[in-house]
């Protein structure tokens, strides 16, 4: 009885094997290829500026298209934040534990991380990188730059559109020419429609001055003298402080808007309170530039070099949300065609 067992089992065994092989057209034995797992998810890390989520504009903006891959694509993701204090060097220390760690693309968000990236993308070079806002010149770096200029000679339509004193405000965050694009088109859209419109201009902090996107009471104070010289429209691009700008043409009351940005700041929970004075948003599509980056990936086609996001490819525009916008939104389209087929040259300072 043994020895039957025993002889089945070799039986068995050699079945096993002849499953595994099978004969080709020309008589030669050919392996079934073993089964293989599902690839792993493509890793994305993602390096905030500052605090992170929460501010109502860029960086949300930036998560608002890590969601999207992470909803779409399947993508695992971890998320960093470089804290108000940080410094060159810590904010590589965070990029290089993400690329260590195998995420694959790191993200990083906003121009500060300039210096630090350029050190970390050397470092990795099979690593996919990008960096919002800024361009850094490395073969495994797609730099992801907007037209904030054109959004904003949109709002500048809406603004002076809009405005019953003919004098409308301009709040900006750390003087630099980024933040500079950003008035530089506003104040050309608004003369478009206004010649002798008067425009307020105030920043928050001199260039290096990192508090500057971070001092809501210093927007308010700021936004309150525009107000109380006649100002009735006011745009802000100046990341957390922009808070203080919504403050004021609140506490202003009916006859005052506020125009936001990056984000469509209308429909942000924690401006709820606001939104009723929030007439539009400069839409800078931080979403799309970066699930473009993670579809590049995940597709095998890296997204590298200068990426610029403008009206033609929908990278910048104005929000629609509030009713309100209605009313000029034949000025503010009428612009966006005329920057399109190059009739207007948008100003970047």
């Not at 993200?107 to 996919?128: E, M, N, R």
Request: charged share 15%; with cysteine; proline share 3%.
């Amino acid at each position: 009885m043994l020895k039957g067992v025993k002889i089945a089992s070799v039986l068995a065994a050699a079945a096993l094997v002849l499953t595994g092989c099978s004969k080709s057209d020309n008589g030669a034995a050919a392996t079934t290829a073993p089964a293989t797992s599902a690839a792993p998810a493509v890793k994305v890390g993602m390096a905030y500026d500052q605090d992170g989520k929460g501010d109502g504009s860029f960086n949300d903006a930036a998560y608002a298209g890590l969601s999207k891959a992470q909803a779409d694509l399947g993508v695992e993701i971890k998320e960093v934040n470089s804290g108000s204090s940080a410094t060159d060097a810590s904010r590589q220390e965070l990029l290089t534990l993400l690329a260590t760690d195998g995420y694959n693309p790191v993200i990083a968000v906003g121009f500060a991380y300039s210096t630090a990236l350029a050190a970390t993308a050397a470092q990795f070079p099979d690593t996919t990188f990008a960096i919002v806002d800024s361009v850094v010149d490395a073969p495994n770096v797609g730099s992801l730059v907007f037209a904030a200029e054109q959004g904003s000679y949109l709002v500048g339509v809406i603004a002076a559109s809009a405005s019953k004193t003919g004098h409308i405000g301009f709040i900006g965050g750390m003087e630099i020419d980024l933040i500079k694009a950003f008035e530089a088109g506003f104040d050309q859209g608004a003369k478009s429609v206004n010649p002798s419109i008067k425009i307020d201009s105030k920043y928050m902090g001199a260039a290096g001055d990192n508090t500057a996107w971070n001092v809501p009471d210093k927007a308010k104070a700021a936004s309150a003298a525009m107000i109380g010289k006649g100002a009735d429209v006011i745009y802000a691009a100046a990341g957390g402080s922009g808070l203080g700008m919504f403050q004021a043409i609140k506490e202003a009351g009916a006859g005052h808007w506020a125009i936001g940005v990056d984000s469509d700041q209308y429909n942000v929970p924690s401006l709820a309170d606001y939104k009723d004075f929030i007439l539009t948003s400069m839409l800078k599509r931080v979403d799309v530039a970066v699930y473009d980056v993670i579809k590049g990936v995940v597709d095998g086609a890296p997204l590298t070099g200068v990426q610029n996001f403008d009206l033609a490819k929908d990278g910048v525009g104005y929000s629609s949300s509030n009713p309100a916008v209605a009313d000029f939104a034949a000025a503010a389209d009428a612009a966006a065609a005329a920057i399109k087929d190059g009739t207007v040259t948008v100003a970047t300072k």
